[in-house]
């Protein structure tokens, strides 16, 4: 059975950080690309971030690039979303998803159960 759960979400401040993490069970996980995506009020879901089956190669959405940061440890099957500089747009559910193709697609082959992050002072 194939599981992602993330966590480390919560509240934070404009220009603050937060670091999510996913944790990944029942697939072969250095096969599969990773990524985030988030879904904020009102809005569709978005990819947020993206990192190669290896974790040598990252693509990011032009609204987190330079903020964010995508890493992996493929040891521990884990996977992190370092966010910087936050802003009250960050504001949404973010949701850790595992697919075949490295890129920036709307869809995953498997979803976690999203954790909120809250941006507000």
């Known amino acids: 059975q194939v599981q992602l759960v993330e966590s480390g979400g919560g509240l934070v401040q404009p220009g603050g950080s937060l670091r999510l993490s996913c944790t990944l069970s029942?697939?072969?996980?250095?096969?599969?690309?990773i990524g985030w995506w988030r879904q904020g009020p009102g809005k569709e879901r978005e990819p947020v971030a993206v990192i190669s089956s290896g974790g040598g190669n990252t693509l990011y959405a032009d609204s987190v690039k330079g903020r964010f940061t995508i890493s992996r440890n493929n040891a521990e099957n884990m996977v992190y979303l370092q966010m910087n500089s936050v802003k009250p747009e960050d504001t949404a559910i973010y949701y850790c998803?595992?697919?075949?193709?490295?890129?920036?697609?709307?869809?995953?082959?498997?979803w976690g159960q999203g954790t909120q992050v809250t941006v507000s002072s």
């Open positions: 029942g697939i072969i996980f250095r096969t599969k690309a």
């Open positions: 998803g595992a697919r075949r193709m490295y890129d920036l697609g709307p869809q995953a082959d498997y």
